[in-house]
């Protein structure tokens, strides 16, 4: 079964860009949408944006100038680049399979803290 | 964007207890809804798609309901296993978006 495992600098510095990777296990990032989402503490899910395997990508409308999601269909990995950051963008951010309906798997999280 | 507004926000409810979590959109969107379950520090899990089609593997007690703005989760009978926080999500159009969650708390 596929499984989703995500990487990168827990720490960031404002104005500075945030950088992760996810990686694709036990199947092909060849046969499906991409999404990153995220989770600040204590609160609710949003939707960061999507990619698909031809390399299409579709943002939310909210960090769209701030955002790219780029992937790796060689090491069937996919990545977010989040950048201009502050103190609002800190959360634990998730890869999923999905992006055209419902997310599932996800992977486990990471958390990704803004603070000088 | 479709905003989702999920009701209640937390409640409390005993091992065994019928529990209906209610999700209403800002605007129809057929059944292009699913629903999640997330345990602290864990990532969500799918438990519903398509409104109420159970994702395979999970209990029969759960199930959803609803087209158009208004759909329902409900637990048939609590299990310890169950309490949790709980989000809807829509899929019917740009940019995706989820419920703001209901937290099930142990009465």
């Known amino acids: 079964q596929v499984q989703l495992q995500e990487s990168g600098p827990g720490l960031v510095k404002p104005s500075e860009t945030l950088s992760l990777t996810c990686t694709v296990s036990?199947?092909?990032?060849?046969?499906?949408?991409w999404s990153w989402i995220r989770q600040p503490p204590r609160k609710g899910l949003q939707w960061i944006g999507y990619?698909?395997?031809?390399?299409?990508?579709n943002y939310n409308p909210s960090l769209k100038s701030r955002v790219t999601i780029s992937v790796n269909t060689s090491k069937n990995q996919f990545s977010l680049r989040l950048n201009s950051v502050t103190a609002a963008d800190t959360a634990v951010y998730y890869c999923?399979?999905?992006?055209?309906?419902?997310?599932?798997?996800w992977g486990q999280g990471t958390l990704v803290t803004v603070s000088s | 964007a479709i905003q989702l507004t999920q009701s209640p926000s937390s409640l409390s409810a005993s091992v065994g207890d019928r529990v209906t979590i209610t999700c209403r959109a800002s605007?129809?969107?057929?059944?292009?809804l699913a629903w999640y379950q997330q345990k602290p520090g864990k990532s969500p899990k799918l438990l519903i798609y398509?409104?109420?089609s159970l994702e395979s593997g999970l209990p029969s007690r759960f199930s959803g309901s609803g087209s158009g703005t208004d759909f329902t989760l409900t637990i048939s009978s609590l299990q310890p296993e169950d309490f949790a926080t709980y989000y809807c999500?829509?899929?019917?159009?740009?940019?995706?978006?989820f419920g703001g969650g209901t937290k099930v708390e142990i009465k």
């Open positions: 999923a399979s999905g992006g055209d309906s419902w997310f599932d798997p």
């Open positions: 036990g199947g092909s990032i060849r046969s499906s949408y």
């Open positions: 990619i698909h395997y031809t390399g299409s990508t």
């Open positions: 605007q129809g969107i057929t059944s292009d």
């Open positions: 398509d409104a109420s």
């Open positions: 999500q829509q899929f019917n159009s740009y940019p995706l978006t």
